[in-house]
């Protein structure tokens, strides 16, 4: 059995964003607090006792004091039932929340090369010592089985694999500390429970799917899936900036070859978007775009929601 907990479903900012007054980020703070959502998240565990985070978000603090599957266990004076956490890039929304995680209990970092190699350049991570805080290299197309505390396996297969994306906007014009732009930049995950088989893929930064992604994901039981933004250029549609979503690696939800299009006749059970930028209108329950991409099949998690496979 799998068991997921959505941590956050929002983009870099969160909903509400500090600084911002889109109607998104006005509703959440006032009528609409429900969709006040955290950061992009999820942790996933096979035996509930022991979990694994699919990135660490600037929110994770909060998240972990929300989610009480990830609370110190009973009697224990320290304790955590977090063994490590997988990155799939290196954007300050997947890796900040390592940042709270300083208080040397022990875990390990699964990463790429590249992403390592960002860390390791900015020595703020150092405050995580090798001694408790293993970092731990992975491959494209290489499946691996991320470890219990004792060394023993955990029974779960991870197997990262390369998406369409691009490198962390902070490095944009600035010389990657592993070389330019390269495979291991934006992974995808598929993660499986070797036991009973159950399956799901956690794509949650990808700049188009390619028929090479739709065979990978046809067939599948649950796929998250990058919502950043519903139309290309929303952002500067609405005056919020000048990017578009392409230009920042993303995907649009709506749109020919946009994310509901793609996945239609994907034959997938459960689709599930995360990582939604608060410029997305389809936070707005009452939306046309929300409705649409529920007509579609989709959702848009809350935080905490759970889900068993
Ligand atoms: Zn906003």
Redesign the pocket.
């Given at each position: 059995m799998l068991r997921i907990v959505v941590l956050g479903a929002a983009a870099g900012?969160g909903?509400?964003?500090w600084n911002?007054?889109?109607p998104?980020?006005v509703k959440a703070r006032s009528e609409d607090p429900e969709i006040v959502s955290t950061q992009a998240s999820i942790a996933f565990s096979r035996d509930g006792a022991h979990w694994y985070l699919v990135n660490a978000s600037p929110d994770l603090r909060q998240q972990l004091i929300a989610t009480p599957q990830l609370h110190p266990a009973k009697g224990r004076l320290r304790h955590s039932p977090i063994a490590g956490v997988i990155l799939t890039n290196g954007e300050i929304d997947a890796v900040a929340g390592l940042l709270s995680m300083r208080e040397g209990s022990p875990f390990s970092i699964y990463a790429h090369p590249r992403v390592l190699a960002i860390l390791k350049d900015n020595s703020i991570f150092n405050v995580l010592g090798e001694k408790n805080v293993a970092r731990r290299p992975i491959e494209v197309e290489k499946p691996f089985e991320p470890a219990l505390p004792d060394g023993s396996p955990s029974g779960i297969e991870v197997q990262p694999f390369e998406v369409p994306g691009k490198g962390a906007w902070y490095l944009e014009g600035k010389a990657h500390p592993a070389g330019a732009d390269g495979a291991g930049d934006t992974l995808g995950l598929r993660i499986a429970d070797k036991a009973s088989g159950q399956y799901f893929y956690f794509i949650a930064a990808c700049a188009r799917v390619t028929d090479e992604l739709k065979g990978r994901i046809r067939g599948a039981p649950l796929v998250f899936f990058d919502g950043t933004v519903w139309r290309d250029d929303e952002l500067i549609a609405a005056g919020?900036g000048q990017k578009t979503g392409q230009s920042m690696g993303h995907i649009s939800m709506s749109g020919d070859h946009g994310a509901i299009e793609s996945f239609a006749g994907l034959d997938i059970a459960r689709k599930v978007f995360l990582h939604i930028n608060?410029?997305n209108p389809a936070w707005l329950k009452a939306s046309d775009e929300r409705k649409a991409l529920e007509h579609a099949g989709w959702q848009i998690p809350v935080d905490g929601t759970e889900i068993t496979l």
């Open positions: 900012g909903v509400p964003q911002c007054g889109c998104v980020c919020l608060n410029s």
